[in-house]
Nanobody
């Protein structure tokens, strides 16, 4: 049974930092793409970042480049999202997701991901 468990969300002031974790189990971790998505109330789910777990290639959406960094610890089957210089517009529910193939040009396409975590809330106040 595939499981993705997120943790690390919370409430911070603008300019602060958080690190999200996504612990994966139940599948071959080192041969696929793991992504972070977020969804704010009334908005569509948005791809934030992704990592190919075999090559460690990373992808970040433009709005978070230079502020967020996705990384992994293969020994722990865990993917992280380090979020610095947080802004109020980063407020959303953040989800971890995995797909069976390596990340490609459309790494941000939520419908390509087969497995999803339950989400962790990030709230940034001004």
């Amino acid at each position: 049974q595939v499981q993705l468990v997120e943790s690390g969300g919370g409430s911070v002031q603008a300019g602060g930092s958080l690190r999200l974790s996504c612990a994966a189990s139940g599948y071959t971790y080192n041969s696929n793409c793991v992504g972070w998505f977020r969804q704010a109330p009334g908005k569509e789910r948005e791809g934030v970042a992704a990592i190919s777990t075999f090559t460690s290639s990373t992808y970040h959406t433009d709005s978070v480049k230079g502020r967020f960094t996705i990384s992994q610890d293969n020994a722990k089957n865990t993917v992280y999202l380090q979020m610095n210089s947080l802004k109020p517009e980063d407020t959303a529910m953040y989800y971890c997701a995995a797909q069976a193939f390596r990340c490609g040009a459309r790494w941000y396409a939520a419908y390509d991901y087969n497995y999803w975590g339950q989400g962790t809330q990030v709230t940034v106040s001004s």
